[in-house]
Each structure stands twice: as C-alpha cells, then as structure tokens.
C-alpha cells in the first residue's frame, strides 16, 4: 500500500543556523541566537521565511535536548543526576527562554510580509497571537515551579510497590493479577494496590493543592478568571469551547453509560457472583485466565513490526527505525515513571516510545498506540517548520487510538489461537466503551476543579465521587470500598502533569471508530486517507484533517450513538 514519498527519510537534521556543538544546557552559549532573531531585520517575504526556518531549528535543538532529560528522568525516577539535569533545566534555562519567546513572538505578528504567509501558517499565528495574549513576566518562576512539583507525581508514583507471592511488583505488575480467576487473590491484591496508594493520599492530595494554587495565580495574573479558560487559550483550542466539552459529558452519560450498565450485567450474570466488586472488573468473565501476547519488551517490539508491516510496509519500518536505533524503553520496572508516551525528537526526525509493559494485552494496546503517534512524527518530520508537526491532542490522538482499532485487525501476530484472538478483540472494544465515560468524567472533574479553585479537600473527594458514581456503572458494588472510590483520581497522572489535556482522548476515541469502520469497509482507502491526515501536521484546522481522514469531527449525541451501534454490532460477531 505504500509508495516511496510515503518514507521519512529518519535523517537528523543538518544544522545551518546553530553550530553542531551548541551546549543548549548554557544560556550564555544559547542567549546570542535569541538574540540574533530578535534583532534581525526582515525586508522581504522570503527574508521572514528564513528567519522562520532559523527560529525552527533553534526550537528543534532545544525541545530535543529537554526531550532526552525528560526521557532519561522518566525512565529511571531514582537516578539523581537525571532528575537533577532535567531540574536544572527547567528551573534555570527555560525561564531565560520565556522573555526572549515573547519578545519573537511580537516580532513575528507585526512582520509586514506576514500576510503573504500561505493558509499553513492560520493556526500558528492564532496561537502565536494567544502566547502574546497569556505571557506575563510574573509567570516566568511560577512555570518553572509548576514543571518541578507536576515532576514530583512521577517521582511518587514511579516509587510505589507491593509484594504479591513474595515478590516486589510495581502497581502496574500487581495489577496484572486483578485478572486472575482466583477471586480470592484478586481481592488480595487489589486492596494492597489500594492501601499502597492510600499511604500517598494526603501527600497527593496536598501536592494537588499547590498545583491548583500556582495554576489559578498564572491565569489570574494573564488576566483569566480561572485556569480552566485560561487553558483553553493555552491549548489553542480553536475548534471547540468548555461548552462542546459539556455537550460531550452529556452525550457520553446518556449513549455510553447504559451501554456499560449493560456490559456489567452481563459480566456479573458470567461471573455468577451476587455483588459484582472492583476487583471483578477485568477478570475474564468466563473464568479464563490472562492472557498472554509475549513475555518481554523485546518480542512485543518484534511482535508490533509485523502487525504494523501487514498493515502498511511503512508502518512496520517506523518501528523497525525505533528497534534500530534504541528508542524505546518498553518493560516496567521499580523506579521507573508510570504510564507510556511518544516524545517527538524533532531534530533527529524519529521518536522515542516509553512504556511499562509486563506481558499483558494492555500493553498490547499501549504498543500499537504509541506506535500510532510514532508513525504520525515521521509522517510529518518532513514539514519544513516546527510548529506545523506540533500538532494538537485531537489530531495526535486520533493517529494513536485510530492505529489501536485498525492494528486490531492484525492481532493474530500476537494471538495464534483464534478462541484468545476473539477474546483480544472483544476486550479491545469494551475497553473501548468503557473509557469514554472514564475520559468524561476526568474532564467534567477538572472543569469544577480550576473553575472552584478555592474548595477543600473534603469538597473535592465529594465532588469526585459524585461524578464517578454518574459515569459508573450502577451493577459495580463500592459499599466497603469508599476509600477506593475516593482517590481513584490521583491515580489519572494527566490531572497532574498536564491538566486538561485528556477529553482529547474521547473525542479522538470516536474519531477512531470512524476510521476503523472505514477501513473495515475498505483497507486500502482507509490507509490512504488516516496518511494523508497525518502528513498534514497542523497545517490545517482540526475539523480539516479529520475530513482529510475520511470522518467527522463531532461528538453530537447523534453521533456518538451512531458510533456506538457500529461497535456493539462488531461486539456480537465476537
């Protein structure tokens, strides 16, 4: 399915702006090309088109250098020097770039050839002209702060453990046991991964507290009355409003919430048990055990290239690029940052995949998700300015959950039984439901968090359970569970790391049942257009590129339930 121009050519990218030994970790050394894009003087179209390419590499070269710290950090939590570098940076060398990003900002949008830019450039100057719109000196140490303490829930949460069987198990290991047929171990084991995190509650609780402090002083001080419509210009979200997002809520809570009332009955009806607990919940329902993909990090790799090659030769040979060079770090390990990314490398024009896989057929899904985003940066690491390949969640989530369903199909690279194969699918696809009032819940949590910023503890657990008992299914039995119940959230690391950027999944969740369905109905055109949506970067309005991928940017109630009928139909086959 692929031609040639499809492949990225995975070379680092040649400096002609910056010298090759520029040490990015030394202001004095950085400061001077500031400066010089500062002061230089454009007098023509294609002297402004120069500049931009310059400042590009510029940001290429630093966004790069603080990916590596971050990369290193995240994948050993415990290894002092790391967290120190990536400290240091944040604390000492992006606060001096603040002024200098501002100062270019300003030059850019009063350039007198800007508007011989062609309609690529619309989002980046909307969002240049929010950036004017949310810098204030004062906020300069404050980011820096925010960066150190949303940094500390890494630390914190990559340190937990509990011994299962005599063995040490980070949570993510232990969880793998809730899947277990014993009943009685499940229930074992999941309380141990709650008194764990119950013993980091107030810490949480009280590290949340500061961050919400810090966050509602920088909107206040860019003249927002809250942090929650202050993030909204910070994102750039253009295409949509706290309104859409409501409407979203609303949707989720009437389409999908009976939906998932109806698969907790049936699992508890499988089960035959007369009170369905939390620790049912992702046990087999017909009592089998696990599932089991591979063992280690290194076969899911292997696994995940030919899946991928199957798909789209090219698909296969991003990650096979990964494989070769070393980026990725993929087996879960005590001292090692919870969850999974994709970090874009900008300079070197390939990606590097984290994650923390311990066998199981989430991490399946992790894989074939990140790798999504990987394809989407090489796709795009020919685009000849940086800001066109930062593309935004909504279009960045619909590379990875898209490549989640359409690798689907494929999945018997990984399940050579078909009984395990069916099995696989159908997890896949309730996951697939259940995350979206998961997704709205967070959301519609977060919006009563920034827009109340002055409410307790007690009020924010209150609120919380709330909204989780409206998104939940009403068959799941919490009555001695409360304090479960109570901090689930401090679990979702997007809550304290990067705030509001999470309803992104829902809405690209369905924006990949879309291209799922399409491709089921016809392969070769389905490939064609999720490509060509992702070598538009940002280059276009998010509505454009999903029309581009041959779908609707929506989450309508009418919508929704379109979309849900389809999977619930593809569930029956199963």
Known sequence: MSDNTDFASAEKITRRFLPNDLDVNNWSALEPFFSSLVNRKNNSFEELLQWLYDLSELEAAIEEHAG????????????????????????????????????????FINETSLKS??????????????????????????QAQLSVKEQQYGEIAGALSVEVNGKTLTLQQAANFLKD????????????????????????DLLFNELITIRTTVAKNAGFENYRDFKFVELDRFDYTAD????????????????????????????????????????????????????????LLEKSINCFTEIDPYFGMV??????????????????????????????GVPFIFMNATGSLRDVITMVHEGGHAIHSMLNADLDFIAFKE???????????????ISMEHWHHFFTNEDDLKRAKREQLENVIEALPWIACVDAF????????????????????????????????????????EIMWQKQLHLFE?????????????????????YKMNPQLAIQQYKNALKLGYTQSIPTVYEAAGIRFDFSEKYIKELVDFVRIELKKL
Not at 188 to 203: N, T
Not at 322 to 342: C, E, M, Q, V
Not at 391 to 405: F, H, N, R, Y
């Open 117 to 142: 830019l062609d309609g690529r450039y619309e989002n980046h100057i909307k969002s240049v002209q929010n950036s004017i719109r949310l810098f204030r000196e004062e906020n300069i140490p404050l």
């Open 244 to 299: 859409d997002c409501m409407n979203f809520h609303s949707s989720v809570k009437k389409c999908i919430v009976p939906v998932l009332d109806d698969f907790m009955q049936e699992r508890k009806t499988l089960l035959n048990t007369p009170t369905l607990k939390p620790w049912d919940l992702e046990v087999d329902p017909e009592g089998k055990p696990d599932l089991k993909p591979f063992q280690k990090g290194t076969e």
């Open 181 to 204: 047929p014993d009943r009685k171990l499940r229930d074992e084991v999941y309380h141990k991964i709650v008194s764990r995190r119950e013993v980091e509650r107030e810490r949480l």
């Open 446 to 485: 977060q919006h009563w968090l920034y827009t109340n910023p002055s409410h307790t503890i007690t009020e924010r657990t209150a609120t919380w359970k709330k909204l989780i008992l409206d998104f939940s299914s009403s068959h799941v039995d919490w009555s001695e569970d409360q304090n479960a119940l």
């Open 391 to 405: 593309v935004p969640s909504e279009i960045a989530e619909l590379a990875s959950m898209g490549m989640e369903l």
């Open 319 to 348: 990650l096979n690029t990964l494989k070769t060079k070393g980026y990725t770090d993929l087996d879960s390990r005590i001292g090692k940052a919870p969850g999974g990314y994709n970090y874009p490398l900008y300079e070197s």
């Open 498 to 518: 990067v705030p509001f950027y999470y309803i992104e999944y829902g809405m690209a969740q369905l924006g990949a049942i879309a291209v799922w369905r399409n």
């Open 68 to 107: 590596w710290l971050y990369i290193r950090m995240t994948c050993d939590t415990q290894n002092k020097e790391f967290t120190e570098a990536y400290t240091f940076f944040v604390e000492e060398i992006n606060p001096k770039i603040a002024p200098y990003n501002d100062l270019l900002n300003k030059k």
